[in-house]
């Protein structure tokens, strides 16, 4: 559903993710990120394309007008950041009716957190994977919230496929993580979440 619409990507990185989306069509898709090194790295590694703009910003304030975007979206950012405060911005520069799209890390399997606590070298410290309250926030903010839920067998089992793009082993699992994943208790055992939400 990007054809011809204004997109944000929303602390961008790298632009790992810029090739894919602007395959859709969207009438520009701007990549902004805090960190000049990465944009300079977005810039080498993104087709030469006019529809792309890339900038150096603070997600968390903006320099972006009020209603300026059609879809926010983000890989693994959220959590990285004040997440009120992210909200809060993300719902000011979306135009009414406009998409707000992340996939994000969840805090709610045990297991994981266990492993988390003892690998603290493995990540930044800034980390706060998505818990109950995080999502009562995205619903203050937004309305037609939709979750879907990754990684459970497929996270367990994954010493037994080298790449999931070509593994039938994976596609077996992630059929029956899904399976599982309309039961709410496997819900708190998945490793990431997908956030689809709208601006009222």
């Given at each position: 559903?990007?054809?011809?619409?204004?997109?944000?990507?929303?602390?961008?990185g790298?632009?790992s993710?810029?090739?894919?989306?602007?395959?859709?069509?969207?009438?520009?898709?701007?990549?902004?990120?805090?960190?000049?090194?990465?944009?300079?790295?977005?810039?080498?590694?993104?087709?030469?394309?006019?529809?792309?703009?890339?900038?150096?910003?603070?997600?968390?304030?903006?320099?972006?007008?009020?209603?300026?975007f059609?879809?926010?979206?983000?890989?693994?950012?959220?959590?990285?950041?004040?997440?009120?405060?992210?909200?809060?911005?993300?719902?000011?520069?979306l135009?009414?009716?406009?998409?707000?799209?992340?996939?994000?890390?969840?805090?709610?399997?045990?297991?994981?957190n266990?492993?988390?606590?003892?690998?603290?070298?493995?990540?930044?410290?800034?980390?706060?994977?998505?818990?109950?309250?995080?999502?009562?926030?995205?619903?203050?903010?937004?309305?037609?919230?939709?979750?879907?839920?990754?990684?459970?067998?497929?996270?367990?089992?994954?010493?037994?496929y080298?790449?999931?793009?070509?593994?039938?082993?994976?596609?077996?699992?992630?059929?029956?993580?899904?399976?599982?994943?309309?039961?709410n208790?496997?819900?708190?055992?998945?490793?990431?979440?997908?956030?689809?939400?709208?601006?009222?």
């Amino acid at each position: 559903n990007s054809k011809n619409l204004s997109i944000l990507d929303y602390g961008c990185g790298i632009g790992s993710s810029l090739e894919k989306v602007v395959k859709f069509d969207p009438k520009r898709i701007v990549g902004i990120d805090i960190s000049e090194v990465s944009i300079e790295k977005a810039k080498k590694v993104t087709p030469d394309n006019n529809k792309i703009e890339l900038l150096v910003d603070n997600c968390e304030k903006t320099k972006f007008e009020d209603n300026s975007f059609d879809i926010v979206y983000g890989t693994g950012i959220l959590h990285h950041l004040n997440f009120k405060i992210c909200l809060e911005e993300i719902k000011r520069i979306l135009k009414p009716g406009g998409q707000f799209l992340f996939i994000e890390p969840l805090g709610t399997n045990p297991l994981i957190n266990l492993y988390r606590k003892l690998t603290p070298g493995s990540r930044s410290i800034d980390e706060h994977p998505l818990i109950n309250n995080d999502f009562d926030l995205i619903k203050d903010q937004f309305y037609e919230m939709k979750l879907k839920y990754y990684g459970f067998l497929t996270l367990i089992f994954f010493p037994f496929y080298a790449s999931p793009k070509n593994s039938r082993v994976f596609n077996i699992l992630k059929n029956i993580d899904q399976f599982l994943f309309k039961i709410n208790i496997f819900r708190k055992l998945a490793w990431s979440v997908l956030i689809v939400a709208k601006k009222n």
